[in-house]
């Protein structure tokens, strides 16, 4: 099929036709899909009910340094889980602290921490400040923005590129205003196009020059251990590492979470910091809290036992996906592909795929599915404010669907694509 | 015994010789017992072991409302599990949110909001005033102070007198600086001192004149079924009832756990508060988290069941901690009373017991058994910054040691008590 950019006028209304018909056949189905979401499947859950029996009514409590997990104590977490997100994450023991359910909270929770208190050692609670900037690498995650919108940052869009956020401006802007606090950073199959950012990226977020001497990272590594292909791990490296090589280990906060391996509402999240800040957050932490929920440490780290068995299983959940994301990759290849209609990633991991339809066409794209029945993640979600100045970008996310579904979604989808870019052509 | 106070001065030296040699016999037998916080004993979580069976890989994940547990969803929690905390706390469904295994955490987080966005329906951010100052209940519970005084408060200590608060003087100082943003109310057998507010005590916090507009009563029910009597259970007037009756609902924020019903470490928190402030609490939860841990509320409400599940074992609990609490209250009965060196109550529930020494003597009371083995809460301890300004009052925690342990150090702690006292009127 041709580039529609190349047609007629005639040749676009006879096609504007056909896609109206086959959409209408779509409506008529009453489809009812919400694929808004990057929700795990029923069956990812399934592949580690074994969790549930880990810890019983017959199991020892104790965890490996004899703190009972019923009680208080051990507040930075048990040995046996924070051994594993050590290994999974590169950090050292003392560099490491387990929370509860959601890293999102913890993320939220840090960054109220800067506000009010101030986290970096010897920084000043922004809060007193008037103006805060934050980098937000586009597309990304929606729930990251809200929270510095939520904080009240000025969030300044940064784009991606195959190797991670164009360091390029980066640099340039943490380098010339002190207000720029930070960046958001999904730096393993980012959210949503599954880039994973190249050393050079890394060691450029480690070594560039902040005006601002309380410059934080957010590195929300959701997907460390997300590979859809096991003989292709997509490799990251070490931030921590590469931050304190450069001399400024109190850059980076990281964070990830078992919501992708385990349970989407009942795992484990952690963060990890150089020792200093570790401290700091130590001391406001326990202002906050007695101690995070052992027991479900426990049933973790009884289960997985280490980051070998968290591989393992994630290679079991790749089983899963891979025919998930080929049946959406699919069908963008066959529909779509040398039509000048849309763009997209073959991600090696992480939970979706990202489409950039024509310009000025994802929010026409997205009303068309939902008036069909199938609701994606809303056009511009993936930008701060939800604004995509090109209004192109849709995250599709394919995990919680059941293929059947999802064939019809995609199909439906790449109608909407098209008839988007017809329509547009047809104005034009 | 006559009162300490009016022996002669050779009666003193003759009674400080005779404790001190008590004290030292106490020494050499190198008591080596932590009383400084209220934890758990084991046996209380053994009571409760079937928590730990109740999912299990053969279980159905699905609350009642068929939400999978597993997954994201059911954001104020599942309905069974609000079920309970409703009947517990006399609030409807509406008013009540479950969150993690933290009261503590999410007092903190209430807080943080109220500095950082403003929680009360159009209530503007704390953070951005210059003045601010909370009401303290005295003696009351650290962790609360520590709060306040991290979020940079300044404390005002409010005498506790046998029916809650000193209203008079909460009234007085509310209605005259709106500075004052807030209390903190442990409503229902106090820490530390037992003390269950009056209902006219509730009846005048919910209708007094506050000169704050945002003035919050931070309700701390964390003994709400804490009854070490079930012949006796303290009645409690339900405060969001009242302010809703004094025309200013969202005045109140209550907050409860299973911490101290099931397990200290994962258990379940929640908060309530009127329909207004909670639809402003689920939009600045939103932006914090997807979720928290349904997994744990599902267990909790399949063990429990109801209200009445939770009643049942809290009376075998008071079976195991009644003894405890008179093992403490014999022996101040038989070793202080009538000598004029102490003060005590004798609570019908919650966790501790609150001794008041002779003036200028509570820091060396606990110096000493420090000295001979035995850990007490600091003293100042139950004071904003940690200061008494009488010097005078004691935490005991008797739930943790055993009662042969519990024996040794109270009988410890009352030959403390007394040497301090006669060394103080050695000294006068």
């Not at 009453?30 to 399934?46: E, H, I, W, Y």
Request: aromatic share 8%.
């Amino acid at each position: 099929m041709a580039d529609y950019r190349t047609l007629s006028h005639q040749q676009l209304e006879q096609l504007r036709r056909e896609l109206v018909d086959r959409y209408e056949q779509f409506q008529q189905q009453g489809l009812k899909l919400d694929m808004s979401r990057g929700k795990p499947a029923a069956d990812q859950f399934d592949l580690v009910s074994g969790l549930l029996d880990a810890v019983n009514s017959q199991s020892s409590l104790l965890a490996a340094d004899g703190v009972d997990c019923r009680n208080y104590g051990d507040f930075t977490g048990i040995p046996e889980c924070k051994a594993i997100f050590c290994e999974m994450l590169g950090v050292s023991f003392d560099e490491i602290f387990i929370c509860g359910n959601s890293s999102l909270a913890v993320m939220y929770d840090a960054l109220g921490k800067m506000m009010l208190h101030g986290v970096r050692p010897g920084a000043k609670p922004w809060c007193r400040e008037g103006n805060l900037k934050f980098l937000c690498p586009v597309p990304g995650y929606d729930r990251h923005f809200a929270i510095t919108e939520r904080y009240g940052f000025e969030m300044i869009p940064i784009e991606m590129t195959p190797e991670g956020p164009d360091m390029d401006q980066v640099e340039r802007l943490v380098a010339a205003d002190s207000s720029i606090k930070g960046i958001w950073c999904v730096p393993k199959y980012s959210n949503p196009q599954g880039i994973t950012y190249s050393d050079e990226t890394v060691r450029r977020l480690a070594r560039m020059k902040t005006a601002a001497d309380d410059f934080i990272i957010m590195w929300d590594n959701a997907y460390a251990v997300h590979d859809l292909y096991p003989e292709h791990r997509d490799h990251l490296l070490n931030i921590l590492a590469e931050c304190k090589a450069a001399g400024d280990p109190d850059r980076v906060m990281m964070f990830a979470s078992t919501s992708k391996i385990s349970y989407a509402g009942a795992g484990i999240a952690v963060f990890a910091c150089s020792k200093g800040m570790m401290e700091r957050m130590k001391k406001l932490l326990t202002i906050q809290t007695i101690g995070f929920d052992k027991i479900n440490m426990l049933r973790h780290a009884r289960y997985f036992k280490n980051l070998d068995g968290i591989m393992a299983h994630m290679d079991r959940q790749a089983e899963l996906l891979r025919p998930k994301f080929r049946t959406v990759l699919d069908a963008f290849e066959r529909e779509l592909a040398g039509k000048g209609v849309a763009e997209w990633l073959n991600p090696n991991g992480g939970y979706f795929i990202s489409l950039d339809v024509m310009d000025g066409c994802a929010k026409r794209v997205v009303q068309l599915c939902k008036d069909a029945g199938v609701t994606l993640t809303s056009a511009g979600a993936t930008f701060p404010y939800g604004r995509d100045p090109r209004d192109r970008n849709i995250r599709v996310a394919p995990t919680y669907p059941t293929i059947p579904e999802l064939e019809q979604a995609v199909a439906l989808l790449c109608i909407c694509v098209q008839l988007a870019a017809v329509e547009k052509l047809l104005r034009d």
